[in-house]
């Protein structure tokens, strides 16, 4: 008998076009033949299955089911990709742990851990992973522009701590652009986190692993046509992403290392990926790390998945059977 997949998508973050993109880019290369696949949209308190653009049922949080025509539908397993709050920061997977629902991404801890960079980047760093100079204010804080200045230099990247997709990303090359830029990225959560900017080669490196194998994906070079990768480079098109890499042999092997023992030290589950920044001297430092990756048809897993040679629906089936057995 088919089990039921519901691929989760929406959320309360300025990700959410993202995340609607992410579903039917992830409903395109699950297996119809094995799995019926529903879209599941949670907008706030508005959860509902979209059986077709005419017709959407509510869901019954009880038990993440719904009711159609006096028959019910239960979900036999859940795939978030809701990029940001609930779904990217432990929230759902809690949701999902009480329902007993298995998902098929990090755990409670891994994703709120994950979710908030900073944090996340100084419990890394205590692993020996390099990483940027940061400080992180919260609401109601505040910094003083020569604070900044000295303890972080510039330019800096002030951004808000939590979130992605480059929303409320600024690249700050001086004192007077530091306030504004605090308050843009105030504007998309309570955290800010300001970072020093690393100089060199932006790459990106997708993972996942089941209970018989590991599988790491080829390295994927990021160049912007912009000033950073900012949401016009990720979603117009303005950046060249290469895969694999123009690095050599044994850099790809060291940034596969270090990602495979990152998602290890995290206890990571499902498809991540791991943003660093190689500076001079083949230094590998962290961006962050991403446990509900994007996944349109153009986004760097799928990129990669190709470029490893594999089929993008066996890896989908990988990770469902994975959780269901």
């Given at each position: 008998?088919?089990?039921?997949?519901?691929?989760?998508?929406g959320?309360?973050s300025?990700e959410?076009?993202?995340?609607?993109?992410?579903?039917?880019?992830?409903?395109?290369?699950?297996?119809?033949e094995r799995?019926?696949i529903?879209?599941?949209?949670?907008?706030?308190?508005?959860?509902?299955?979209?059986?077709?653009?005419?017709?959407?049922?509510?869901?019954?949080?009880n038990d993440?089911s719904?009711?159609?025509?006096?028959?019910?539908?239960?979900?036999d397993?859940?795939?978030?990709t809701?990029?940001?709050?609930?779904?990217e920061?432990?929230?759902?997977?809690?949701?999902?742990?009480?329902?007993?629902i298995?998902?098929?991404?990090?755990?409670?801890?891994a994703a709120?851990?994950?979710?908030?960079k900073?944090t996340c980047?100084?419990y890394l760093k205590?692993f020996?992973?390099?990483?940027?100079?940061?400080l992180?204010?919260?609401?109601g804080q505040?910094?003083?522009d020569?604070?900044?200045?000295?303890k972080i230099?510039?330019p800096?990247?002030i951004?808000?701590?939590?979130?992605?997709?480059?929303?409320?990303?600024?690249?700050?090359k001086?004192i007077?652009?530091?306030?504004p830029?605090?308050k843009?990225?105030?504007?998309e959560?309570?955290?800010v986190m300001?970072?020093?900017f690393l100089?060199?080669t932006e790459i990106?490196c997708?993972?996942?692993?089941?209970?018989?194998?590991a599988?790491?994906?080829?390295?994927?070079?990021?160049v912007?046509?912009?000033e950073?990768?900012?949401f016009?480079a990720k979603?117009?098109?303005?950046?060249?992403?290469?895969?694999?890499a123009?690095?050599?042999?044994s850099?790809?092997?060291?940034?596969q290392?270090?990602s495979s023992a990152?998602?290890?030290?995290?206890?990571?589950?499902?498809?991540v990926r791991i943003?660093y920044?190689?500076?001079?001297?083949?230094?590998?430092?962290?961006l962050e790390?991403?446990?509900?990756?994007?996944?349109?048809?153009?986004?760097?897993i799928?990129?990669?998945?190709?470029?490893?040679g594999?089929?993008?629906?066996?890896?989908?089936?990988?990770i469902?059977?994975?959780?269901?057995?």
């Amino acid at each position: 008998m088919k089990k039921n997949i519901a691929i989760v998508a929406g959320g309360d973050s300025s990700e959410l076009e993202v995340s609607l993109k992410s579903a039917s880019g992830l409903n395109s290369f699950m297996d119809k033949e094995r799995y019926n696949i529903f879209i599941v949209t949670i907008v706030g308190k508005i959860w509902q299955v979209e059986l077709s653009d005419n017709e959407k049922i509510a869901i019954d949080k009880n038990d993440f089911s719904f009711t159609r025509h006096g028959v019910k539908t239960a979900f036999d397993f859940a795939y978030i990709t809701i990029h940001g709050t609930p779904g990217e920061n432990g929230i759902l997977q809690g949701y999902f742990e009480l329902t007993g629902i298995p998902y098929s991404c990090c755990g409670v801890l891994a994703a709120a851990l994950t979710f908030n960079k900073f944090t996340c980047n100084t419990y890394l760093k205590g692993f020996g992973v390099k990483v940027a100079e940061s400080l992180v204010i919260r609401s109601g804080q505040s910094v003083s522009d020569e604070e900044v200045a000295e303890k972080i230099g510039f330019p800096c990247f002030i951004k808000p701590n939590v979130g992605g997709s480059s929303f409320g990303v600024t690249k700050v090359k001086s004192i007077e652009q530091v306030q504004p830029a605090i308050k843009k990225a105030f504007a998309e959560g309570a955290e800010v986190m300001i970072e020093a900017f690393l100089a060199g080669t932006e790459i990106t490196c997708g993972i996942y692993k089941t209970k018989t194998k590991a599988q790491v994906f080829p390295v994927t070079e990021v160049v912007s046509e912009n000033e950073f990768f900012d949401f016009d480079a990720k979603y117009k098109g303005q950046v060249q992403e290469i895969t694999p890499a123009r690095i050599d042999a044994s850099l790809t092997d060291r940034v596969q290392k270090l990602s495979s023992a990152i998602y290890d030290i995290l206890g990571c589950k499902g498809i991540v990926r791991i943003d660093y920044i190689i500076s001079e001297g083949d230094i590998i430092n962290l961006l962050e790390v991403n446990t509900t990756p994007g996944m349109t048809t153009t986004s760097f897993i799928p990129q990669q998945v190709a470029a490893a040679g594999l089929d993008i629906k066996d890896v989908m089936t990988d990770i469902i059977e994975n959780e269901l057995n």
